[in-house]
């Protein structure tokens, strides 16, 4: 195990390397004068030479890049021109807000779309299996820009209950951060729920076809035995996998949530930095969601070896 966790650490620091280097390549395509779009309006000659030379713009991309790559291992991801503070210090004060919601929508998504998954399933070619079905499909499909839109209209335009934006943290007010989080949490979740039942539906249908299953049932154990006993563990596994995709795509889905809801995390940060040009800021959002989307998913593959005894670690 020891042997293949620090294998899988190796891959996660190659991805890391690859998809900053490509992110660094795609700024340095981006159209306009980076220096102005950082600082905007009018500027010093003074001020615009000392960002040429903090960026090291005088220099070819690839020297660029190793720059801040040793600076990076170092600590140091340079100085955002756009908030005027350390790019670590303004990641630091969003980090949490997107780990947040994150994690709260990880929550709620995994038993609820279980729980939907597993009614589905034995309820098979019944109304309830073609609601739950149905509702999945159509819930997969809804893109979280345009379902953060309609719940802003129907919510706070129309109806007038939740306001449009914003964020509280629960210890500063409890009532209003639930106010204030219930549409961007709905957004995030929607998407989680549904692929979860539907991957669950169907990795329940394959497992209750099994021999062992019809003969757990003509031993005589009750059907919710056999249901969540017996046929729930194996087909949970490949729910597994996808629990941890769908985490990743939590911390993708932030980008749009949060500028939809104008909350302040890392996905509004990063959109900011792209509008501004802020290179260094750039780098360090890019790099971090790319470190917690890895980490996620070397998470996920450790649990899947140790559910499934069958798999064989190489």
Not at 51 to 78: C, H, S, T
Not at 284 to 313: E, H, Q
Request: charged share 15%; net charge positive.
């Amino acid at each position: 195990m020891a042997r293949y966790i620090l294998q899988r650490l190796g891959q996660t620091l190659l991805i890391l390397l690859i998809v900053s280097f490509i992110t660094y390549l795609l700024i340095d395509f981006l159209p306009g004068d980076p220096i102005a779009a950082m600082l905007g309006g009018e500027i010093s000659q003074e001020t615009y030479d000392w960002w040429y030379q903090e960026l090291n713009l005088d220099k070819p991309v690839l020297i660029r890049y190793v720059l801040w790559l040793k600076n990076a291992l170092m600590g140091d991801f340079g100085h955002s021109a756009s908030y005027s503070v350390p790019v670590l210090q303004i990641i630091g004060e969003r980090v949490p807000v997107t780990l947040y919601l994150s994690v709260l929508a990880f929550l709620i998504s995994v038993p609820l779309g279980i729980l939907f998954g597993i009614i589905s399933a034995v309820k098979r070619g019944k109304p309830a299996d073609t609601a739950v079905t149905l509702t999945a499909n159509v819930c997969c499909c809804l893109p979280q820009f345009w379902l953060g839109i309609l719940l802003m209209y129907i919510f706070t335009i129309v109806l007038k209950w939740l306001p449009s934006s914003g964020w509280v943290w629960p210890w500063e007010d409890f009532g209003e951060s639930v106010r204030r989080t219930i549409m961007p949490l709905t957004c995030l979740t929607i998407g989680g729920i549904a692929s979860i039942t539907r991957q669950t539906r169907s990795s329940m249908l394959e497992v209750i076809r099994q021999d062992y299953i019809r003969t757990a049932k003509s031993k005589g154990l009750k059907g919710k035995k056999v249901i969540y006993i017996h046929a729930l563990k194996n087909a949970l596994l490949p729910v597994i996998t996808l629990m941890g995709l769908r985490m990743g795509g939590m911390l993708g889905g932030s980008v749009f949530v949060e500028n939809v809801f104008v909350i302040p995390g890392m996905g509004s940060l990063l959109v900011n930095a792209i509008s501004m040009q802020d290179i260094p800021l750039i780098q360090g959002c890019v790099l971090l969601i790319a470190l917690f989307t890895s980490v996620v998913n070397l998470i996920t593959d450790i649990i899947y070896v140790l559910v499934d005894p069958r798999i064989k670690i190489a």
